[in-house]
């Protein structure tokens, strides 16, 4: 059975920075592509960042360069490294396989 588990999420004043990982069981994660994505209150799940199996990846134009995708396919695990967030990066950020296995989140709020 597979599991996706996000962890690294909390509290944090705007201009500072937190890294999310995503750690799988029951699959290799570097055969698969990874995609993280974020979810706010009362709004639609939006795409974040995308990381390949060669280890090429993409990230949302309007992170403006903050946010940082990596893998650790030794640890099976994926990464999100945000820096200077802003108040409306608050939202719970998600990681899933390519096939659509979602983990559960992991709450993220940027506030003074």
């Known amino acids: 059975q597979v599991h996706l588990v996000e962890t690294g999420g909390g509290l944090v004043q705007p201009g500072g920075s937190l890294r999310l990982s995503c750690a799988a069981s029951?699959?290799?994660?570097?055969?698969?592509?990874m995609v993280w994505a974020r979810q706010a209150s009362g709004k639609e799940r939006e795409w974040v960042a995308t990381?390949?199996?060669?280890?090429?990846?993409s990230h949302a134009a309007s992170l403006e360069g903050r946010f940082l995708v990596s893998r650790d396919n030794a640890k099976n695990t994926v990464f999100l490294q945000m820096n200077n967030l802003k108040p409306e990066d608050t939202a719970v950020y998600y990681c899933?396989?390519?096939?659509?296995?979602w983990g559960q989140g992991t709450q993220v709020t940027v506030s003074s």
């Open positions: 899933r396989t390519i096939d659509g296995i």
């Open positions: 029951g699959i290799n994660i570097g055969d698969y592509t």
């Open positions: 990381i390949l199996t060669d280890n090429s990846f």
